[in-house]
């Protein structure tokens, strides 16, 4: 069929015949190397197209850390309770830098109910702090920040404050001031016992045993209590359902570090200076 598309004279001498056909033959390899040629480029181009896309895609979905593991103490054994839903906002800052501080504190108010909270009827913010009495970052904020907090918002009833137990395992005397905490407050004076461990922190955090308990009961007697009483409730951990409810319910909020104060449904974490909870107090109050 070529040969007769070409018209080829066919009494050509023999040399002349071969021509026309090795020239037809030549442009079709040249066309078909072209061809694969040219298919094997397309092909190339797809793959290093592909392999840079999939990097791409490793750097943009690489994951990001929301918070920096510093201005605080961590539970490592932190164990997940069904989670309630995360915060709307995550603050972290560095530490207040006078953590050892001993400045003198005015006491929180005293007349509380038995969740260690102010009544918080009619008030558009709810400050709860998670803390462990041994935790030098929770002195930190009970000298500095909560001091400020409690005189502008607390005292003038703007907003309610509470604690909550979650002594950390990496803090030995954590769990019994807490026992000893709660032991207080069954004869009226958690307030006045909380701010004795922050404000004696120095005095009792590296004592054991009966030299701890001595302690503990030391501070009892200075608060007037009944000494007998807080004993026998310290030695018999009364009050360790409630400290293990505490700790379970914070975990559920996606508590793992001391001190952990939620302002609403925001969380701000760490030693953090007054400013950043007055900012988020404000916001607050604004709503």
Not at 91 to 109: C, G, L, R
Request: include cysteine; charge should be positive.
């Amino acid at each position: 069929m070529i040969l007769n598309r070409f018209k080829l004279n066919l009494n050509l001498p023999p040399r002349k015949k071969l021509l026309p056909v090795l020239l037809i033959a030549s442009v079709l390899v040249i066309t078909s190397l072209s061809g694969f040629i040219f298919y094997h480029k397309i092909s190339a181009g797809k793959v290093v197209l592909a392999e840079k896309t999939q990097k791409k895609e490793k750097r943009t979905t690489k994951p990001k850390k929301l918070l920096k593991k510093e201005n605080m103490d961590t539970d490592k054994n932190n164990s997940r309770i069904t989670p309630t839903p995360i915060p709307t906002q995550i603050i972290t800052q560095d530490p207040a830098k006078s953590s050892n501080s001993q400045q003198s504190s005015s006491p929180i108010p005293t007349s509380l109910p038995h969740q260690a909270e102010q009544q918080s009827s009619g008030k558009k913010v709810t400050i709860v702090e998670y803390g462990d009495f041994q935790c030098p970052f929770c002195e930190s904020f009970y000298h500095n920040a909560l001091t400020q907090i409690k005189d502008t918002y607390v005292n003038t009833g703007k907003a309610s404050f509470e604690f909550r137990h979650f002594p950390l395992p990496s803090h030995p005397n954590a769990e019994i001031t807490s026992l000893a905490a709660e032991c207080a407050r069954e004869q009226g004076k958690f307030w006045e016992y909380h701010n004795t461990l922050y404000d004696k922190q120095g005095e009792w955090s590296n004592k054991g045993g009966g030299d701890l308990t001595d302690a503990l009961l030391a501070f009892a007697i200075g608060l007037s209590l009944n000494s007998e009483s807080f004993h026998s409730c310290l030695v018999s951990q009364k009050f360790v359902d409630k400290i293990n409810s505490d700790k379970s319910q914070g975990q559920g909020r996606g508590v793992s570090a001391t001190p952990t104060v939620f302002i609403n449904d925001q969380i701000l974490v760490g030693a953090l200076p007054y400013e950043s909870f007055k900012a988020v107090i404000e916001q607050e109050l604004n709503k």
